[in-house]
């Protein structure tokens, strides 16, 4: 008896919050049953307020196309407030891969401390499947110190040029120190030129035998020569600026711009 009244009163809860209609189109296509059961399960208040700020073919996608178990993994971990906003901002194809592909509290501590906005427009921009990949390679807390040391709009075009394997291979041999640092001393664009350039294991291979602090240098003081092609650098022409003509020592944003190609 106390069952059936449980029941009755959270079908109350339902309309009263929902309204007749879009609670009735929700019974309809999921069953109270698979309603009731969730509601058992987790939060009922979680699951009403994601009712209440989804549409009714997004809640009915989500409740149906994501497993139960991981739909209570998911309910329970990651504020409802945030699953709102992934439900509306990520295709459900993307979002149902994403969850279904790695763990709740994963999704939750990336949420919670990189920010939903952030998190969405990384996962956006790398896409669902490379995001996945990477998160597994690199390891949640890499790529969440990363994306708070980087700000999303320089990180997006690194972690693109960079495989999964390879970002992994980067972290587990020199730490996530490495990337910050070179976007600072060269900016992204000059960063993946540099990339591409010498290719990604002559990268880490320079940066092993160098150092990180002696490549920034070595790379300065190149750029500071007095060789044909080679744009200059603000910073380390000082002692030589009497014999170079006026209009080569304009500031650069980067000590190394675009015929960094011929470095």
Same mark, same amino acid.
């Given at each position: 008896?106390?069952?059936?009244?449980?029941?009755?009163?959270?079908?109350?809860?339902?309309?009263?919050? $929902?309204?007749?209609?879009?609670? @009735?189109? &929700?019974?309809?296509? &999921?069953?109270?049953?698979? %309603?009731?059961?969730?509601? #058992?399960?987790?939060?009922?208040?979680?699951?009403?307020?994601?009712?209440?700020?989804?549409?009714?073919?997004?809640?009915?996608?989500? &409740?149906?196309?994501?497993?139960?178990?991981?739909?209570?993994?998911?309910?329970?971990?990651?504020?409802?407030?945030?699953?709102?906003?992934?439900?509306?901002?990520?295709?459900?194809?993307?979002?149902?891969?994403?969850?279904?592909?790695?763990?709740? *509290?994963?999704?939750?501590?990336?949420?919670?401390?990189?920010? *939903?906005?952030?998190?969405?427009?990384?996962?956006?921009?790398?896409?669902?499947?490379?995001?996945? #990949?990477?998160?597994?390679?690199?390891?949640?807390?890499?790529?969440?110190? %990363?994306?708070?040391?980087? !700000?999303?709009?320089?990180?997006?075009?690194?972690? /693109?040029?960079?495989? !999964?394997?390879?970002?992994?291979?980067?972290? /587990?041999?020199?730490?996530?120190?490495?990337?910050?640092?070179?976007?600072?001393?060269?900016?992204?664009?000059?960063?993946?030129? @540099? $990339?591409?350039?010498?290719?990604?294991?002559?990268?880490?291979?320079?940066?092993?035998?160098?150092? $990180?602090? #002696?490549?920034? #240098?070595?790379?300065?003081?190149?750029?500071?020569?007095?060789?044909?092609?080679?744009?200059?650098?603000?910073?380390?022409?000082?002692?030589?600026?009497?014999?170079?003509?006026?209009?080569?020592?304009?500031?650069?944003?980067?000590?190394? *711009?675009?015929?960094?190609? *011929? @470095?």
């Amino acid at each position: 008896m106390k069952k059936v009244i449980n029941q009755i009163g959270k079908a109350l809860e339902y309309l009263d919050k $929902l309204g007749t209609g879009k609670s @009735f189109q &929700l019974f309809r296509s &999921l069953g109270y049953e698979k %309603l009731y059961s969730l509601s #058992e399960k987790v939060d009922h208040k979680n699951l009403l307020y994601i009712s209440q700020n989804l549409d009714e073919q997004t809640i009915i996608e989500f &409740l149906n196309r994501i497993p139960e178990e991981t739909l209570v993994d998911l309910i329970s971990k990651v504020p409802p407030e945030d699953i709102t906003y992934f439900a509306n901002s990520i295709p459900m194809d993307d979002l149902v891969l994403l969850s279904t592909s790695i763990p709740a *509290k994963f999704i939750a501590e990336m949420s919670l401390k990189t920010g *939903k906005e952030s998190a969405t427009e990384l996962l956006k921009n790398i896409g669902t499947q490379k995001s996945i #990949e990477l998160l597994n390679e690199v390891g949640i807390q890499n790529f969440i110190e %990363l994306s708070l040391k980087v !700000p999303t709009i320089e990180l997006i075009p690194i972690v /693109r040029e960079l495989t !999964p394997k390879q970002s992994g291979a980067w972290v /587990r041999k020199r730490g996530i120190g490495d990337i910050p640092k070179l976007i600072k001393a060269f900016g992204v664009q000059n960063l993946l030129v @540099f $990339l591409r350039t010498l290719g990604f294991e002559k990268n880490i291979h320079i940066m092993d035998v160098l150092g $990180l602090e #002696e490549l920034i #240098e070595l790379a300065y003081t190149i750029s500071g020569m007095k060789l044909p092609g080679l744009s200059t650098s603000g910073k380390k022409q000082k002692k030589v600026s009497k014999k170079i003509p006026k209009q080569s020592q304009k500031k650069t944003s980067s000590p190394w *711009k675009k015929n960094i190609r *011929k @470095f």
